[in-house]
């Protein structure tokens, strides 16, 4: 898939979110890269056996003080390669892609992986 086909898959599944989470979503800059990096799969604690299709970088909104201003913003990234790999159609990638923001998107309010697990149940 061409990176401006897959970089169009994430800004629908951005614009696809409620409206009352596209409000909330200030400070937050969301990029495609080919790849993580080694630093990368370190911070989310991946092992080098591991995927990684996507990465919150920032202090999450329920995380966030009087003390939070003048900061750099938050960083979403998702990753292409890893998503071609797994996935078979252009189809199976839309909703890999989807999954991957909205999860991402979770961790922006502070939402942890073990909630988004028994959310998922």
Same mark, same amino acid.
């Given at each position: 898939?061409?990176?401006?086909?897959?970089?169009?898959?994430?800004?629908?599944?951005?614009?696809?979110?409620?409206?009352?989470?596209?409000?909330?979503?200030?400070?937050?800059?969301?990029?495609?890269?080919?790849?993580? +990096?080694?630093?990368?799969?370190?911070?989310?604690?991946?092992?080098?056996?591991? +995927?990684?299709?996507?990465?919150?970088?920032?202090?999450?909104?329920?995380?966030?003080?009087?003390?939070?201003?003048?900061?750099?913003?938050?960083?979403?990234?998702?990753?292409?390669?890893?998503?071609?790999?797994?996935?078979? +159609?252009?189809?199976?990638?839309?909703?890999?892609?989807?999954?991957?923001?909205?999860?991402?998107?979770?961790?922006?309010?502070?939402?942890?992986?073990?909630?988004?697990?028994?959310?998922?149940?």
């Amino acid at each position: 898939m061409r990176g401006e086909e897959f970089e169009r898959l994430v800004a629908e599944a951005l614009e696809d979110l409620p409206e009352e989470f596209q409000k909330r979503l200030d400070n937050v800059d969301l990029v495609v890269a080919a790849n993580s +990096t080694r630093d990368q799969m370190e911070r989310a604690g991946i092992g080098p056996h591991q +995927t990684l299709f996507g990465l919150y970088e920032g202090v999450p909104l329920s995380k966030r003080d009087r003390g939070y201003h003048l900061v750099l913003p938050d960083k979403i990234t998702i990753f292409q390669r890893p998503m071609e790999a797994l996935c078979r +159609t252009n189809e199976e990638i839309r909703n890999l892609v989807r999954e991957t923001v909205m999860h991402e998107i979770a961790h922006h309010f502070g939402i942890g992986d073990e909630r988004l697990e028994e959310l998922r149940r």
